[in-house]
């Protein structure tokens, strides 16, 4: 496995004053972003990475420099590359986004609504051309995986880069399409986690994404102009089937005691979180789940909606993976490579999970809505949890297994403007609450 760790520069100049920075290098790290890229670099102190690679501005290089002095093994020389510059946007670049909103309305409704349809004519000493600047960045991406992948195989790596090129590795890597650029979020020194078995094309995992609690951030903070509301998804706490690593499915296992601790820890982590609502699939180990986390929230009623119930494994449930290789041989091997291709025996498949998953969420998004609520809680499952983010980011079930899911993990979707807007994925898999780190410890056993 080849771990892949991303982290966005530290707050500059430019993002304090908002402007549009692109490819101008002419702002730099303000004193918090200085500090903040200290305080990655402790978070990182102990991983040993073979190659640092970070882009060639200096918001982004000083950022590396900074958390290279803090890390126990800092032999690693910085290896700057120039496919971790930023997305080109000349005829915006250094001016004030709400500047470039007025003087340039089309285009910057195009660049929020259909990023990828955003094109712009460059006049420049190599003559008059036509750059689609997210195109352009998300082949620059795919070129830089192509050849860091190559080289790197089995190692750890670390990039420091910035808020657009951080989303399209991210999103290349998994396969997110470039419609959908606006629905990650990559906050300053935030960091992001990506495990590859093989090269880019291969099965990829992202193991968290997003994480700011290094910097004393409980969640990434809402966006300006946010009109809508927040949800965080939650995978339940252990079972004793998690731990020994036997599929349960739709079988009513309740959590152990690792797992009651796992939602008290949960619980702490969220207790400042101004919740407005709460929602929980109908099976016993989310419930509880969630009951321990509203401990800190009295005044929430819990919902149940039998749609976020886990899948159903039919004869698989109750059993370990070698029991399930001898009875149906060859099929654990497909459901690890082309789940969505798998029908359980006397189960269900991957897309009636989808459809009753993504019909529960909809219905969730909708009492938001009509509710004017804010922030709300939903506890699930793995597989639930794994689908309902293949949906959020315009993915398929074919994706499935790219998306890690620890127990007890905090995931956060953002819906800025309201249930019919675009979805923005916050953050994934916060576990650091749970694991004390930024690597996820956590995610046990079978679903």
């Avoid at 692109?22 to 890229?37: E, F, I, N, Q, V």
């Avoid at 946010?226 to 089937?241: A, C, M, N, S, Y």
């Avoid at 886990?310 to 060859?330: A, C, D, L, N, V």
Wanted: charged share 20%.
């Amino acid at each position: 496995m080849t771990r892949v760790i991303i982290v966005r520069h530290g707050q500059s100049t430019y993002n304090v004053e908002r402007r549009i920075q692109g490819r101008t290098d002419a702002s730099t790290l303000t004193d918090k972003g200085r500090s903040d890229a200290g305080k990655v670099g402790k978070a990182l102190s102990n991983i040993a990475f073979t190659a640092i690679y970070s882009s060639p501005l200096n918001r982004a290089k000083t950022t590396a420099e900074i958390i290279r002095s803090e890390l126990v093994e800092h032999s690693s020389v910085i290896q700057v590359s120039e496919h971790l510059v930023e997305v080109d946007l000349p005829l915006w670049a250094g001016m004030l986004s709400l500047d470039v909103k007025e003087k340039f309305p089309d285009d910057y409704s195009i660049w929020k609504k259909r990023p990828h349809e955003l094109h712009m004519i460059v006049s420049d000493a190599h003559g008059t051309r036509e750059l689609f600047p997210v195109l352009a960045l998300y082949e620059q991406a795919k070129q830089f995986w192509q050849e860091m992948l190559s080289r790197h195989q089995g190692e750890t790596i670390l990039i420091v880069g910035h808020n657009g090129i951080n989303r399209a590795l991210i999103s290349t890597a998994l396969g997110i399409p470039p419609s959908v650029y606006h629905g990650l979020q990559q906050s300053n020194c935030a960091i992001s986690v990506l495990n590859f078995a093989g090269g880019l094309g291969d099965t990829v995992q992202l193991d968290s994404m997003n994480q700011t609690q290094h910097l004393e951030d409980t969640l990434p903070t809402l966006r300006p102009n946010h009109q809508g509301f927040r949800l965080l998804l939650v995978r339940h706490g252990e079972t004793e089937w998690n731990r020994q690593g036997k599929f349960q499915g739709q079988i009513d296992v309740p959590l152990n005691d690792n797992g009651r601790a796992q939602a008290g820890k949960t619980g702490e982590f969220l207790q400042e979180v101004a919740l407005d609502f709460a929602f929980s699939s109908t099976m016993a180990r989310p419930k509880e789940t969630a009951e321990i986390i509203l401990q800190k929230h009295a005044d929430i009623k819990l919902e149940l909606l039998d749609g976020l119930r886990e899948i159903s494994h039919g004869s698989w449930e109750g059993k370990f993976e070698s029991e399930i290789e001898q009875e149906f041989p060859g099929v654990l091997e497909r459901w690890r490579t082309v789940p969505a291709e798998v029908q359980m025996p006397q189960g269900e498949n991957l897309q009636q999970l989808w459809e009753r998953s993504v019909a529960a969420w909809q219905s969730i998004l909708q009492s938001a809505e009509v509710n004017q609520w804010q922030i709300g809680l939903v506890v699930a499952h793995d597989a639930t949890n794994k689908t309902l983010l293949c949906n959020i980011l315009g993915l398929s079930p074919e994706n499935f297994w790219n998306f890690r899911q620890g127990n007890g993990a905090v995931s956060v979707i953002d819906y800025p403007l309201g249930a019919s807007g675009l979805p923005v994925l916050q953050a994934m898999n916060i576990t650091s609450h749970l694991s004390g780190g930024v690597l996820d410890k956590t995610a046990a056993g079978a679903l």
